[in-house]
């Protein structure tokens, strides 16, 4: 697999989940909460992280707020990675999660040494997301932007194997459009431990 993907090659799925179908899943955003989502890959150069963990969770006193269709549902995203090349880790601020009934937003968020600043949401369409906490399936995330498509895999389990691997890489392609050429891999260590990289050992057994 190139350590690169050529993201010219990079099309849009030819079938996603609908807002709809993604918070039946979820639960309402429910079930990607409290969680430590593991970046398999992706279509951005990810491989040159080692380590690649999210920890997704609701702004106090957002959780059992109702989704509505204009006042979003806040969570936060806690990023952390490690690099391959020289083991420098990258402890990111907190991304603000936007939820509502009509878009599931990321914002990114800029360090401007004084303050914190998130210009912009990034519109996110679920591609695939794991039932009843599966260890063994993807989350796919697919996002546009100025033109570029963009996948993230994410995973409650970074050890998973190369057969479910495989299984999922296959429903991607077939029922999706989606090659696994595109992506990137995340390298892990297959001795990784859980908690390892200073992530919380959260996720449901």
């Not at 398999?40 to 920890?55: A, C, I, T």
């Not at 401007?112 to 063994?136: A, E, H, N, Q, Y």
């Not at 100025?146 to 479910?164: H, T």
Request: glycine share 4%; net charge negative; with cysteine.
């Amino acid at each position: 697999m190139p350590t690169e993907t050529d993201t010219t090659k990079v099309a849009a799925p030819t079938k996603a989940m609908t807002l709809e179908e993604f918070y039946v899943k979820t639960d309402n955003a429910n079930k990607l909460m409290d969680r430590v989502w593991y970046c398999l890959g992706g279509s951005e150069p990810v491989s040159d992280q080692k380590v690649f963990w999210e920890h997704w969770y609701w702004k106090e006193g957002e959780k059992d707020k109702p989704m509505d269709k204009k006042k979003a549902k806040v969570g936060c995203n806690h990023t952390l990675t490690i690099a391959v090349k020289d083991d420098k880790e990258a402890d990111y601020p907190i991304w603000p999660l936007k939820f509502t009934t009509d878009s599931y937003k990321m914002c990114p968020a800029i360090d401007l040494g004084c303050t914190i600043i998130t210009p912009i949401g990034l519109p996110m369409t679920p591609v695939m997301f794991p039932t009843d906490d599966s260890r063994t399936e993807f989350r796919v995330d697919f996002c546009s932007l100025m033109g570029k498509k963009m996948y993230f895999i994410f995973v409650l389990d970074p050890l998973i194997s190369a057969a479910d691997q495989d299984k999922n890489f296959e429903i991607l392609e077939k029922e999706h459009g989606i090659r696994k050429e595109w992506f990137n891999m995340v390298p892990w260590d297959p001795e990784y431990k859980i908690g390892s990289a200073g992530e919380p050992d959260i996720n449901p057994k």
